[in-house]
């Protein structure tokens, strides 16, 4: 039986970061935003590929890099391993790993922050040093985000795991060797962890189950630029034939379809125009099926695409899902827009147990959000139900009024000042500083689209 959770006014500390990483905004809402915003390169492709240089013999190059923090932390965790980065302050990004070394964990763990990043480096730095150190993880507090996939398929290479208390440490003192591996769930870092890992590796491995996100498939295209055998068929199995060197690899990455996304979120919730410059239309054909039904109108172009609304917004019912389905980074910034439809829209969330905390703080703004925190039945699923789920059922149309907000997560953040921008009246909005992980010049664009916002704090 499901219980009934009524999304209330208070923000929960439990969703949030822990900690407070500055700058808070005042928004005054009810304008559309209007105006054109650039997207760099996939922070989930990004700063895989940064992992990725670290199995090459040479000097890697890595272009549309977005300039966020997530990348940061990235860039710190491979300098504290002795590698150089260059960056070009254009978002160009020269890695250079011929001084790989091992570091103590105590500098790991003080350059790791908040990022999930560090989990990856351990298939590159067991090849390279026979041993790896990985903290405790963060990242955004969006469920239990457990590293068991990750563990497994390591020991499944031949890798020796020891938890101490300060974090994991790995070794393999007689080499990688490759695996035959079936992931219980299409999870996109465990897919990514294996890639890395089994292209050194020696020997073939087998993955089945594997994510098939468009970021994968781009993160296999650096490998192979480097010198990796991999092929995938259908059925989520991908083959890796493991190799002994790799080179470096010069490579622009993918678009970041979760940002162009938000925007077109954006536009939709203000009943603003936005285009999207460097979104494409193949990545993004599930997202675009939704924001049509959903009442929202776009034109593909060359160079982006431009987002508004088609006529009233419409209620939808959505399950987020692993690649070809919905993402579940679309569905926070959805739900904000679909407070405006009339009628009653239903958001299953299928991939993390508690990313739907984040629409108490929409409540507090007028909406009328009930959680479902085991899920709803419904005979029509196309996702199988998992025991995490959650569901949201929206009901609208109802105007939004400014409040006293704290930013929960990154997605949830980033909805936060987009509610913000379409209530009536001023809301604050705090602890901005986590939007930064994932949407870079976040600010700047802001400003590009016509909001009206001050930084006070
Ligand atoms: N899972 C496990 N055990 C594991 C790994 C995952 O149970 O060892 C579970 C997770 O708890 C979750 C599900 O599997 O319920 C899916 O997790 P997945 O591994 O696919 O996610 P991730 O690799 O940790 C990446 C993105 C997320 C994005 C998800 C889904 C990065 C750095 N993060 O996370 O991005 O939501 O894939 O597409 O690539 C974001 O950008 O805001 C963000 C959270």
Same mark, same amino acid.
């Given at each position: 039986?499901?219980?009934?959770?009524?999304?209330?006014?208070?923000?929960?500390?439990?969703?949030?970061?822990?900690?407070?990483?500055?700058?808070?905004?005042?928004?005054?809402?009810?304008?559309?935003?209007?105006?054109?915003?650039?997207?760099?390169?996939a922070?989930?492709?990004?700063?895989?590929?940064?992992?990725?240089?670290?199995?090459?013999?040479?000097?890697?190059?890595?272009?549309?890099?977005?300039?966020?923090?997530?990348?940061?932390?990235?860039?710190?965790?491979?300098?504290?391993?002795?590698?150089?980065?260059?960056?070009?302050?254009?978002?160009?990004?020269?890695?250079?790993?011929?001084?790989?070394?091992?570091?103590?964990?105590?500098?790991?763990?003080?350059?790791?922050?908040?990022?999930?990043?560090?989990?990856?480096?351990c298939?590159?730095?067991?090849?390279l040093?026979?041993?790896?150190?990985?903290?405790?993880?963060?990242?955004?507090?969006?469920?239990?985000?457990?590293?068991?996939?990750?563990?497994?398929?390591? +020991?499944?290479? !031949?890798?020796?795991?020891?938890?101490?208390?300060? &974090? @994991? %440490?790995?070794?393999?003192? #007689?080499? =990688? /060797?490759?695996?035959?591996?079936?992931?219980?769930?299409?999870?996109v870092?465990?897919?990514?962890?294996?890639?890395?890992?089994?292209?050194?590796?020696?020997?073939?491995?087998?993955?089945?189950?594997?994510?098939?996100?468009?970021?994968?498939?781009?993160?296999?295209?650096?490998?192979?630029?480097?010198?990796?055998?991999?092929?995938?068929?259908?059925?989520?199995?991908?083959?890796?034939?493991?190799?002994?060197?790799?080179?470096?690899?010069?490579?622009?990455?993918?678009?970041?379809?979760?940002?162009?996304?938000?925007?077109?979120?954006?536009?939709?919730?203000?009943?603003?125009?936005?285009?999207?410059?460097g979104?494409?239309?193949?990545?993004?054909?599930?997202?675009?099926?939704?924001? +049509?039904?959903? !009442?929202?109108?776009?034109?593909?172009?060359?160079? &982006? @695409? %431009?987002?508004?609304?088609? #006529?009233? =917004? /419409?209620?939808?019912?959505?399950?987020?899902?692993?690649?070809?389905?919905?993402?579940?980074?679309?569905?926070?910034?959805?739900?904000?827009?679909?407070?405006?439809?009339?009628?009653?829209?239903?958001?299953?969330?299928?991939?993390?147990?508690?990313?739907?905390?984040?629409?108490?703080?929409?409540?507090?703004?007028?909406?009328?959000?009930?959680?479902?925190?085991?899920?709803?039945?419904?005979?029509?699923?196309?996702?199988?139900?998992?025991?995490?789920?959650?569901?949201?059922?929206?009901?609208?149309?109802?105007?939004?009024?400014?409040?006293?907000?704290?930013?929960?997560?990154?997605?949830?953040?980033?909805?936060?000042?987009?509610?913000?921008?379409?209530a009536?009246g001023?809301?604050?909005?705090?602890?901005?500083?986590?939007?930064?992980?994932?949407?870079?010049?976040?600010?700047?664009?802001l400003?590009?689209v016509?909001?009206?916002?001050?930084?006070?704090?």
């Amino acid at each position: 039986m499901n219980t009934l959770l009524s999304a209330s006014a208070t923000p929960n500390p439990g969703d949030g970061e822990g900690e407070l990483l500055g700058e808070v905004l005042s928004i005054r809402g009810g304008r559309p935003l209007t105006g054109r915003v650039d997207v760099k390169g996939a922070k989930n492709l990004a700063t895989k590929a940064m992992v990725a240089a670290l199995l090459g013999e040479d000097v890697s190059v890595l272009r549309d890099v977005p300039d966020i923090s997530d990348v940061q932390v990235v860039r710190s965790l491979l300098e504290v391993h002795g590698v150089t980065v260059e960056d070009d302050g254009e978002g160009v990004l020269r890695l250079d790993p011929r001084g790989a070394v091992s570091a103590h964990m105590e500098e790991i763990d003080a350059h790791a922050g908040a990022s999930r990043i560090p989990i990856l480096f351990c298939g590159p730095l067991l090849h390279l040093l026979g041993q790896a150190f990985i903290p405790d993880l963060g990242g955004c507090r969006i469920g239990d985000r457990p590293i068991d996939f990750h563990l497994d398929a390591l +020991r499944a290479f !031949g890798a020796i795991v020891e938890k101490l208390p300060s &974090g @994991i %440490r790995l070794s393999a003192p #007689g080499g =990688l /060797r490759g695996a035959d591996i079936e992931l219980p769930y299409p999870s996109v870092g465990a897919t990514e962890q294996v890639l890395l890992t089994a292209v050194r590796a020696k020997g073939t491995t087998e993955l089945r189950n594997a994510a098939i996100e468009p970021e994968i498939m781009d993160l296999i295209a650096v490998l192979q630029k480097m010198g990796a055998i991999i092929s995938y068929e259908p059925n989520r199995v991908i083959f890796i034939e493991g190799v002994d060197s790799l080179r470096g690899y010069d490579h622009r990455c993918i678009f970041d379809r979760n940002e162009a996304a938000s925007w077109a979120c954006a536009a939709l919730a203000t009943d603003g125009d936005i285009f999207v410059g460097g979104a494409k239309q193949q990545e993004m054909l599930t997202f675009l099926n939704v924001f +049509r039904k959903a !009442g929202g109108d776009f034109d593909i172009a060359e160079d &982006g @695409i %431009r987002f508004r609304r088609g #006529g009233a =917004l /419409r209620p939808v019912v959505v399950e987020t899902d692993v690649h070809p389905g919905f993402m579940t980074d679309w569905q926070q910034p959805l739900i904000v827009a679909l407070t405006q439809a009339e009628g009653e829209s239903i958001v299953h969330e299928t991939v993390y147990e508690n990313r739907l905390g984040f629409t108490r703080a929409l409540v507090q703004m007028g909406a009328d959000i009930v959680v479902h925190p085991e899920g709803i039945a419904s005979s029509d699923r196309r996702v199988p139900r998992r025991a995490l789920e959650q569901a949201a059922v929206i009901k609208g149309a109802t105007p939004l009024h400014g409040a006293d907000v704290v930013v929960p997560d990154l997605r949830g953040g980033y909805s936060y000042v987009i509610a913000a921008l379409a209530a009536e009246g001023q809301s604050t909005v705090r602890n901005i500083g986590i939007i930064r992980r994932g949407y870079e010049k976040f600010l700047d664009k802001l400003a590009a689209v016509g909001a009206d916002f001050d930084v006070i704090g």
